[in-house]
């Protein structure tokens, strides 16, 4: 009856069951949620995310709802230099670089385009695990209205983000502490001394490094505020964040900024699986997308970009295997090839940023060469555009240069 059964209608999953039900393909999208829902994020939409939903026709209601355009990002290293870097030279294009919407409003428009392309959606229904034929998944569980049903599709695509029952199911969800950030997101009212075109601000303190805390502006006066730090620095170091996410509110270099705010939230955290290591992502009748498949920007944290770009890839490779009445993991596979051809250079880049991000004196020296010259400060701006150009943010060559400069 289904061509597919999506497993999760978060940026990932719903995108995708859009762009199936645009192809002409019947996907099921099943979520536990209703929506709209919160989900914990820093709700930053990079350049990446913006290129999607151009493709796919999702700007003019981002535009409609609630959010704010951000035409850079604020860099501040742990001796307290400040680099601001515009996302783009170009201020006058129709579209800005960047946004900050808050998921709850976000997930809801994402959402909407499935509804509105004719998917069948099942809000409020659990997934509780898969249905095989021997080695091949051929369906899922499904606790609804009270009762548990079975559904079959001849591919499942694992959606449900970084806690999924689809990976957990599949056997693959062993925790990797090397490859696995924890985040934590507070909800502010009033923060004060944001750059006027809303740079989002990610500051490298002392007490933070190697991971960060942010500061991102938001529609109405709000503030997203958080921080993200591997796992196994967590483990070794026995950091605690939600005491640390208070310290740093306090400290001396932010604490003018919150002199009259108030949070308007608890702190929330939740899990990043780091495409560092991007899971295995196709096997015999299924595919990972987004968080599931572990493709969460190992040096930004950005995901819902790489989650709607897999997206589209897996809708794509559903087409070509009901095409081809081929649902093997040896043709699956070309799905996991495509994507880590377009995103694996990006994520191994990160991963060797993220990595650099912990010599302290390295971190501070870019960040205050970038404060006192346009010309590196133009050249690390020109690597938010560039792929080519962010080679030169992992090459001995450039720190070289810099350094002797
Ligand atoms: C603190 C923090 C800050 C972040 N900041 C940013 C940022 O600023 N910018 C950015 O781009 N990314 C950011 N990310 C990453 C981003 O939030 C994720 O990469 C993104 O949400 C991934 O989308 P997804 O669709 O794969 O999964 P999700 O958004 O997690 O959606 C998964 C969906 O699956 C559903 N689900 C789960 N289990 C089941 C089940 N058993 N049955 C049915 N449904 C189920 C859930 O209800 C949910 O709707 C951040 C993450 C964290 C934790």
Request: with cysteine; glycine share 10%; net charge negative.
């Amino acid at each position: 009856m289904y061509d597919a059964i999506i497993v999760g209608a978060g940026p990932g999953g719903a995108t995708a069951a859009a762009v199936m039900a645009r192809a002409g393909l019947k996907p099921l999208l099943i979520d536990r949620d209703t929506f709209p829902r919160d989900k914990v994020c820093g709700d930053a939409l990079s350049g990446k995310t913006v290129d999607v939903m151009k493709r796919l026709g999702m700007i003019e209601p981002l535009l409609a709802t609630t959010q704010i355009d951000s035409w850079g990002v604020t860099f501040s290293g742990p001796y307290g230099d400040e680099a601001a870097i515009p996302f783009t030279k170009a201020l006058d294009k129709p579209v800005a670089p960047g946004f900050v919407c808050d998921r709850v409003t976000f997930d809801k428009l994402v959402f909407e385009q499935a509804v509105e392309a004719g998917a069948e959606i099942w809000t409020e229904a659990q997934v509780t695990g898969l249905l095989r034929d021997g080695e091949k998944v051929v369906g899922v569980r499904v606790k609804r209205e009270g009762e548990e049903v079975e559904v079959r599709a001849p591919i499942t695509v694992g959606a449900d983000g970084a806690y999924s029952v689809v990976v957990r199911e599949l056997g693959m969800d062993q925790l990797d502490e090397g490859h696995y950030c924890a985040g934590l997101r507070w909800y502010w009212q009033g923060v004060t001394g944001f750059h006027e075109l809303n740079h989002i601000e990610i500051h490298f303190v002392d007490e933070s490094i190697p991971g960060y805390f942010w500061i991102f502006p938001m529609a109405d006066g709000k503030a997203n505020v958080g921080l993200g730090m591997l796992s196994s620095v967590i483990k070794k170091q026995d950091i605690k964040l939600k005491p640390l996410l208070r310290q740093l509110v306090e400290h001396p270099r932010f604490k003018e900024r919150f002199a009259n705010a108030e949070p308007i939230d608890s702190i929330k955290g939740w899990g990043l699986p780091l495409g560092s290591k991007p899971r295995q992502m196709a096997g015999d009748g299924w595919m990972l997308i987004g968080d599931a498949a572990s493709l969460i920007d190992p040096f930004t944290g950005e995901g819902i970009g790489n989650a709607m770009v897999s997206a589209e890839k897996a809708a794509a490779w559903t087409q070509r295997a009901k095409e081809s009445n081929d649902y093997s993991a040896a043709f699956l596979k070309g799905y996991q090839r495509e994507t880590l051809d377009y995103l694996g250079n990006e994520l191994k880049l990160s991963h060797a940023m993220q990595k650099l991000g912990r010599w302290k004196w390295l971190l501070n020296k870019v960040i205050s060469k970038a404060a006192r010259s346009q010309e590196v400060a133009d050249a690390i701006s020109m690597m938010f555009d560039d792929e080519s150009e962010r080679k030169k943010l992992v090459s001995p060559l450039f720190y070289m240069r810099l350094l002797t400069s």
